[in-house]
Nanobody, 125 residues
């Protein structure tokens, strides 16, 4: 499994932007499809975005389409989530996750085998 650590969370006003980063350990990062998930208070964890191991394919949950962008830099072992036009309903703990090596990208939480500890994003109205 790969070790993941998220950063970049914080408090932002509605309409603002944040960029989350997820740093991965190991030399095989480029073989992992990655995903971002989030969990709001009192709710189940939900899919946000995913990216293929080469970075050529992405997918997004409907609530974030057009506002969030997932990307990766395999040379830096890092995946990013650029979040624009933030809304109070985006408030949640955001988690980075990795699939097993060479697996395709996925929107299913159960397909991911490595998880970071999460970073809090709070959007004030």
């Amino acid at each position: 499994q790969v070790q993941l650590v998220e950063s970049g969370g914080g408090l932002v006003q509605a309409g603002g932007s944040l960029r989350l980063s997820c740093a991965a350990s190991g030399r095989t990062f480029r073989s992992y499809a990655m995903g971002w998930f989030r969990q709001a208070p009192g709710k189940e964890r939900e899919f946000v975005a995913t990216i293929s191991w080469r970075g050529g394919t992405t997918a997004y949950a409907d609530p974030v389409k057009g506002r969030f962008t997932i990307s990766r830099d395999n040379a830096k072992n890092t995946v990013y989530l650029q979040m624009n036009s933030l809304k109070p309903e985006d408030t949640a703990v955001y988690y980075c996750a990795a699939r097993d090596p060479w697996e395709p990208y996925s929107e299913r939480e159960t397909d991911f085998t490595s998880w970071g500890p999460g970073t809090q994003v709070t959007v004030s109205s």
